[in-house]
T-cell receptor, first 111, second 113 residues
Framework: DSGVTQTPKHLITATGQRVTLRCSPR?????VYWYQQSLDQGLQFLIH???????AKGNILERFSAQQFPDLHSELNLSSLELGDSALYFC??????????FGNGTRLTVT | QQQVKQSPQSLIVQKGGISIINCAYE??????FPWYQQFPGKGPALLIA?????SEKKEGRFTISFNKSAKQFSLHIMDSQPGDSATYFC????????????FGKGTRLHILP
């Protein structure tokens, strides 16, 4: 068990809808990373927060946003969902830099 | 320059054989090179990592070989076992920056019993 908790484990929703994915980092970790995993694209970096502040953005769509709260948990918001957004979404945490500790992901299915 | 290229995409090895997965990078600012192992339904988990000041690191049956001049690194799994069947990701992290850890596209390894 990595100590990183992601909820929900599975999410099925329709196109055009909005969902929120939640991540609780390991105790003591200040950094939270979000990754999207699809079969053909591997792990794509979306965004990184450190102690509540956005540190870096990767290939994150404008329809997606995230935040890290004072208690260090993070939420990834996905809106105007499209079929192509179906993927596994992973959260990872670390004290500052690598190594990353990953949660078990949220599987999003957009129908 | 931010890419990490991983090969092969999939690999089948007989039990007891050596599994070899290769990665290449272009950005010379990368200074940390971890390998992650992912089982179905689970998130990736750190397996072993190396920094560019050493050419090899071994942990049990797992060895990372690092060639700084060629900008390549590889994972060797000795005496491969069916329990090693998983997806393996190499990654690279830039020097003095915590923002991006770039992953390769992964290798699906299957060990035949």
């Amino acid at each position: 068990d990595s100590g990183v908790t992601q909820t929900p484990k599975h999410l099925i929703t329709a196109t055009g809808q909005r969902v929120t994915l939640r991540c609780s980092p390991r105790s003591g970790d200040l950094s939270v990373y979000w990754y999207q995993q699809s079969l053909d694209q591997g792990l794509q970096f979306l965004i990184h927060y450190y102690n509540g502040e956005e540190r870096a953005k990767g290939n994150i769509l404008e329809r997606f946003s995230a935040q890290q709260f004072p208690d260090l948990h993070s939420e990834l918001n996905l809106s105007s969902l499209e079929l192509g957004d179906s993927a596994l979404y992973f959260c990872a945490s670390s004290v500052f830099r690598a190594p990353l500790h990953f949660g078990n992901g949220t599987r999003l299915t957009v129908t | 320059q931010q890419q990490v290229k991983q090969s092969p995409q999939s690999l089948i090895v007989q039990k007891g054989g050596i599994s070899i997965i290769n990665c290449a990078y272009e950005n010379t600012a990368f200074d940390y090179f971890p390998w992650y192992q992912q089982f179905p339904g689970k998130g990736p988990a750190l397996l072993i990592a190396i920094r560019p000041d050493v050419s090899e690191k071994k942990e049990g049956r797992f060895t990372i070989s690092f060639n700084k001049s060629a900008k390549q690194f590889s994972l060797h799994i000795m005496d491969s076992q069916p329990g090693d069947s998983a997806t393996y990701f190499c990654a690279a992290s830039p020097m003095n920056r915590d923002d991006k850890i770039i992953f390769g596209k992964g290798t699906r390894l299957h060990i035949l019993p």
